[in-house]
């Protein structure tokens, strides 16, 4: 009969982790991306979208500030996945109330922290001029 001790059983719970899938190592990932004109939008809006996911906690921390819209924001979004230039859904609400220098933090699903990892998605802030969007961020991964 083999004695099982912390020098035979820590290899062989290390093995069967990496057999089995691995460890999910948790971290953090920093995003950002700046302002720009959406669509055929006539506005030229400034401003920024900064973002911290925390994946051991889910966690979307943002903070977005704005100028030179047409009007108030009445709604925001995360949008994905999407590269520069092309459009998506909805991926991840932002509540309100929309004034320059909100911040937040939102739950995100696993699928969702994919997405933005990958550097897919976009900060979208709708007007009433602009519906479906007058002010995009794309959200790339920074260091």
Do not use: C, W
């Amino acid at each position: 009969m083999m004695r099982l001790t912390k020098m035979t059983v820590l290899p062989l719970a290390a093995a069967a982790m990496l057999a089995f899938g691995g460890v999910a190592m948790a971290k953090t990932i920093n995003l950002s991306g700046n302002f720009g004109t959406e669509g055929k939008g006539v506005s030229v809006p400034s401003g920024m979208a900064e973002a911290t996911l925390d994946t051991s906690t889910d966690m979307l921390k943002y903070s977005i500030t704005f100028a030179g819209l047409t009007g108030p924001v009445l709604a925001a979004h995360f949008h994905g996945p999407a590269s520069a230039g092309e459009s998506a859904k909805v991926l991840i609400p932002i509540p309100g109330p929309y004034v320059n220098g909100m911040t937040g933090t939102v739950k995100v699903t696993k699928a969702q922290e994919k997405i933005l990892e990958a550097g897919k998605t976009y900060v979208n802030l709708h007007t009433k001029a602009a519906p479906m969007g007058e002010a995009r961020a794309q959200m790339l991964v920074t260091k």
